[in-house]
């Protein structure tokens, strides 16, 4: 995996998918045809597509990413740009089971203390 505009080199596939900017920035190189290596410069590279964008990120395949909200087509550069502002699910799903249990435990004391608030009020 290649940035094409950064430092450094890029990334290993195996890692997690390193920030995603709101431009096309990351490619796919290729280095060997039929057994034989090949350099090749970035004016070759393909960009990733959208859909390997927001896989990178975590989102699966049933996520709808070419369509708005509103049910308007979304352009390719809107797609690139939207995934470059999201949060990767498997993220945002560890934080939200991490927290959980304090909302939890927040939202019964929460009720316990207005049950014995009202029940002070009519006593």
Same mark, same amino acid.
């Given at each position: ?11 290993? @596939? ?6 995603? =900017?709101?431009? #096309? ?8 045809? +039929? ?5 090749? *410069? #970035?004016?070759?590279?393909?960009? @990733?597509? =959208?859909?390997?964008?927001?896989? %990178?990120?975590?989102?699966? +395949?049933?996520?709808?990413? +070419? *369509?708005?909200? #509103?049910?308007?087509? @979304? ?13 990767? =699910? ?12 304090? @909302?939890? %435990?927040? +939202?019964?004391?929460? *009720?316990?203390?207005? *049950? ?8």
């Amino acid at each position: 995996m290649m940035k094409y505009y950064g430092q450094g080199t890029g990334q290993e @596939l195996g890692e997690p998918m390193h920030t995603i =900017p709101t431009l #096309d920035r990351f490619g796919l190189v290729t280095v060997e045809v +039929d057994g034989q290596s090949y350099v090749i *410069r #970035d004016i070759a590279m393909r960009m @990733l597509t =959208p859909r390997e964008l927001y896989r %990178a990120q975590g989102f699966p +395949d049933s996520y709808t990413i +070419d *369509r708005g909200a #509103d049910g308007r087509k @979304l352009t390719k550069a809107e797609q690139v740009r939207m995934v470059g502002n999201s949060v990767c =699910p498997p993220i945002a799903a560890a934080l939200a089971r991490a927290n959980v249990p304090d @909302l939890i %435990a927040r +939202d019964e004391a929460l *009720r316990h203390v207005s *049950r014995g608030t009202a029940r002070a009020g009519v006593a």
